[in-house]
């Protein structure tokens, strides 16, 4: 091969038009950004139109992922992932839906996804100045932190009363500096249609998360429900489809490698703006800690799912959880030694510190911005040990954890509601005890036992200086002592009496005092770790306080000092991105190639989860062209493809449009090397995963039992 | 990216050329290739010339690998790991040449590298005549393998006594079939030149071992010396250098992606033409076992190793070999599975079985065929347990392995020359000890004894029909037990005078009856074991003598039903390969480039073995052009580089030329899909990899104290 061909293959991206930007832009950029340029075929205002009807009518926030409508009939497309907690909260071991999928052949057939909710953006406006203006300057750090926080649950609670059935939201853009009121329209009977064999949804498994080349079909069908007039209503059998403002179009011819994509979603973290001690912090103190806690616990959940389907099916929410957290950890670590991202952010700020000395007035406003921030990474550098333990602890256990909850939740009813903190909210108090019944459902004694055990001895092994005082208290004065953490466990498992689910859900019926008098052994423990855990919050409020006004000031001498504007970090509110599909490099002499295809997911099977294939299809696959039987290729079929545009977690489920707005595939992961866009993203090595149309078509068409989906989402024919 | 680019990059190998074809071609078939048309810029003499002067007359069969002549004065380059043993056994705690690489600044400080021997081919000729005339078609399978045996020891034993010094071997090129006298130049003052650090030489290690991408500087240098006139001569300070009638040429400019590269060499053994029936006894039998057997050796010696850095490297060597074939046969497994090779074959037997039943006269020759084969291997399988741990039982342990040889070399010599087993021949014996003289000073008593233990213990453990008697006894009438075990080790280790290595080689000096009279318990252990190892060999060449028959009428027929010729299996024989240098595509979305560069050994420096690098080299990759003060960028410099030639073990060291017959790489591996070149060779997947001539010109000015290496082979200037 010549030289030239590889320059064009590398270079095809950028040849093809201007490379992909780092950003996840909010739409209040997007009337800035020059799309035709990048090679959009459609004005900003078909994405987004302020007052009128666009593609953000058919983005869906889905419970923390993203989703998008694809009929007028409220039908809604997203990641299996995103859809997993629904299926496997109505699978048992009769109804095994993560084994078999779910096919819902009517309306009638759909069931609720319990937990999930819909939000749609409605508007946004800039409130800052009222944000701010709750602030002044001789607040200190922890007041300053409160009364943005009261001030943003003020304005939401306001916004709400004006359009009851809503939802708000307060966004901080830039931390201590811009905020934004998100206006939402808001669903609450959200109901499973589709979603294939978990072999499929999570083909490649653990194994292939965060890593190309992926083969996974990772999507499922839902459908947003109103009561008769269209209102939000709770689950009624008696609801009606959602009828979206606007629905997402599907492309079946899909997309081709070197072409335009764009999504919008929720992406939800990303640090860029951060200093280097922030980021030398996540390295090395909170992601290895994190990495290592969640290590053994997968181990620990393994062993006991090994046997019994009915406690693999309870523990798998947990295990995908951790599993996946535990691979994006360990990916950053990698990615953030071996391209050494704290040595480039430090010398990075080494030239910002030359430029502020350089002016006078600089240093007298800057002068000791990067020092101050330092400082307060080394306070929580040095009471890290004691902070993780003391959390992890308190959500260690879910018995803990309830009783500990109805604790709190009995102490914030007494607040008003502006001034609660936000789980705790009237508004959001169902959603909350929503979430803890699910939790609890899926509690397995044993192994809640098992990780309390844990934290208890982690806490007892903290230095004298650090000591959780109600955990030290346990060892008495020789000290700590597996004997004397069995003894503990002991009693409280043998006395209490929440080992039922329905037990810890009633005590949120009981006042403070009655909660005060229980004498479950949980809830003793709960009130003990209360104090210590207001005094962490009060310190984190503080700290949150300080660190406001430090980046933005922060903010303002590197926009000075870089010349440029920045994107805000994500922030779970609604962002534009876009990119070429490509591949890349991810190591010397290794190309990773923008599309998988049918008969790599074949050559991958084992016939063992996650590599597991319905029966025929690798016998199909082999007979080529008379496989599909209409002349096509099943072989050839593309499953999942890489495009270098900038997601991160909460672009799950977001739509891929191509360059006229047609959805051509799902986002679903990021590649390895990319799981450090949170801290960095790279033209060179940032990549996302998506699985094709084309592959949901086929897959729906060749092995659902729901042919109504095709036609419902205007497919014509065999396509 | 547009299709056609992807067509352009995935055909180019195609498109620059004819393809390059499976095949390991020998000698007398060099002059049936249309050289020119698949992109040679030689003809067919320059390679070889009978009775002339050829490149031929330059490469080397050095005791196994590849190698060959670099300059007039006997230089010889090949892979690191073919001089391993070399730099190992020169190597010690206080000169640890394995760590800091061995320089020879002149030739007075070139060290012996003990055991080495270099054959250079000088004449071939067909003699399946007359080694088929031995046989007869009334003789039972073991005595027609034995008259084979005969004939060919015989045929040697003439060859050699008209040419005194030089080397012949009888070699097998159709089982059965064809048999080919070679005649060979033979030099055993053999010393080491140049080896880099094991780090390089190395570099990847184990974990790199058969993969791409690869960064290993797998080259170095030695020199055959004979004595002052020329003639062969064993080690003597007054040799002088050999001159080689030809040496190859080096290229400092290396090659292209896309060019054409053949390869002269001597690949050990390859199994293409054999019967489904065999692969599946490979797949399914035989390399579990061994692989089995080698992960449990590999930890112990890790084990063992751990410490202390003499144990390091008196164990560096088993640890290599095991690793190296563990992971080899571990390939081979996952590629037969996943290519369904057996099936495959079976698929062409059934069709084959269906051209064979089509014609009264071929079934009539060939009815039985298959059948038989099947049944041969059938046995073979049934007592397959029984003779792999009888095998490795009497080779477990290096002092019984040395008194098992010792024994059985003194029942060999009572035989005529050209009736004894290879080892034992007068022409062989000497090597047969010197190899032993090697293995038993890197003999570790503890591993020894462990070794011995397992293999004792799976040897009770075998089912009562396949018991090995003398071993069976050893458990007493209560049956296998680790305690007797135990106690049987402690008397032989304890009793035995055989701890010393000399002890051992003093055995060769006693007679037959001596040997039966010792009492020390290894020699005691050895002659009971002799028996059944006597039967065992019995048994196989009835087996060879069988299957002799059956191949060679299965060739015919197989000949016939697809059409063409086939080329010999490799038997350790000069062949010519080649074929494009290439990328491919492993797996489905994934392209290896065939080309590493330096920047990409520099991305996987860790600092510890095997990746380790010089101090400096990272910065200097950093620095770009600066890095190598010459205007060239150091970080490109090609390190390793694919090509889709057909290559298996023995063609380590193997020149890679150009289509002009230079020199610009050495081969040293295959791609982990390649493994299963032994069995099928595929242009999609069959790549080896050759260190780049550009390397290890920049490895010697850069890093060695050796400038008159570079010179020797007439490179000018500082390419």
Redo the contacts between chains.
Sequence with gaps: ??RW??M??LG??LA?GAPAEEGMVPLSELAGLDLAAAGFEIPAEVIYRPGGISLVDGIINLSGCTASFVSSQGLILTNYHCAFRAVQSLSGAETDYLEDGFSARTLAEELPAKGYTVRIIESYRDVSKEVLGAVHARMAPAERARAVEKRSKELVLQAERLHPGSRAEVAEMFAGKTYVLFQYAYLRDIRLVYAPPRAIGEFGGEEDNWM??R?TGDFAFLRAYTGRNGETADYAPANIPFRPKRFLRVNPRGI???DLVFLLGYPGRTYRHRSARFLKYEQTVRMPWVVSLYRWRLETLAEAAATDRTIQIKLAPRMRGYANREKNYRGKIQGMA?LDLVGEREREEEALAAFIQSDPERRARYGDLLEKISELYDEIEDRAEYEFTLEYLIHGSDLLHGAFTAYEAAHERKKRESERKSAYMERNLDRTLQKLEITLSNTHLPIDRLFLKDMLLRALHLSPVMAIDPIRSLAGDRGAGTAEVDRFLHHLYERTGLRDPRAVMDLFKRSLAQLEASEDPFMQLARSLYGPFESLEEIRRRRKGTLDALSSRLLEVRQAFLGRRFVPDANGTLRLTYGRV??YRP???????????L???V??ETGRFPFLLPPGLSERIRRGREGNGDGTDPSQLPVAFLYAADTTGGNSGSPVLDAGGRLVGLNFDRTFQATINDFAWNEGYSRSIGVDIRFILWWLREFSETPRLRVEMGIQGDR
């Design positions: 091969m010549r061909i590889w064009l293959i095809a991206g093809a190309w080349p083969h081709a490698s070197g071996r490509r591949g190591v010397d002499a290794v190309l990773f190639l923008p599309f998988t295809t008969r790599g997911m050559e991958k």
